[in-house]
């Protein structure tokens, strides 16, 4: 037994095993308990960060955990890859959007492989890819035909600069989290859900919802 650790050594060995190996695949088995372990999808910026790394290690620690449970655990990966923030990095770094966002989500991909995390690759998904938003399409024309998706005008958090909307999270004192611009209030014409029609259910559901904490 070696009494160093080489990690360019050993852990490329057994990554290429568990690859070679399907190790982290996951089939229908009826037999045994289920678990499913889903952590965020990240968005593809270019490169992980070390907040990306401890939530995906605490993810991997309870489905390595599971599995030597017996349980058969479901483990995907996938990536928050459309809309505005991949348009304005292409625009920022004078680039494809499409090529911004598969580039940055095959570098992205490396780095989670060369951690080791034990994600069914099989099963990845990324929401810029027509395999994927074809069913968020279908849903929202399933909401609109039945009455529960609606426009009208209501104020929002807008950067002039990025020319785009942001969330409440996004405006540091008044600024824009991105390019620090100064954010406005602007009315602007959008959709809803109508998420009001099924209030009483939520909240006589709630008690479904056994082992919550009351908060």
Known sequence: MKEKYTPHEIETKWQQHWSDAKTFSTEVN????EYYVLEMFPYPSGNLHMGHVRNYSI???VARFKAMQGYNVLHPMGWDAFGMPAENAAIKHGIHPASWTWDNIANMRRQQQQLGLSYD?????ATCHPDYYKWTQWLFQLFYERGLAYKKKAAVNWCNDCNTVLANEQVVNGQCWRCDSIVVKKELEQWFFKITEYADRLL????ELKGWPER
């Not at 009826?30 to 308990?33: H, I, K, T």
């Not at 006589?204 to 008690?207: E, Q, V, Y």
């Open 30 to 33: 009826r037999q045994r308990p």
């Open 59 to 61: 993810g991997d620690v």
């Open 121 to 125: 690759w099989d099963r990845e998904v």
């Open 204 to 207: 006589s559901d709630l008690g």
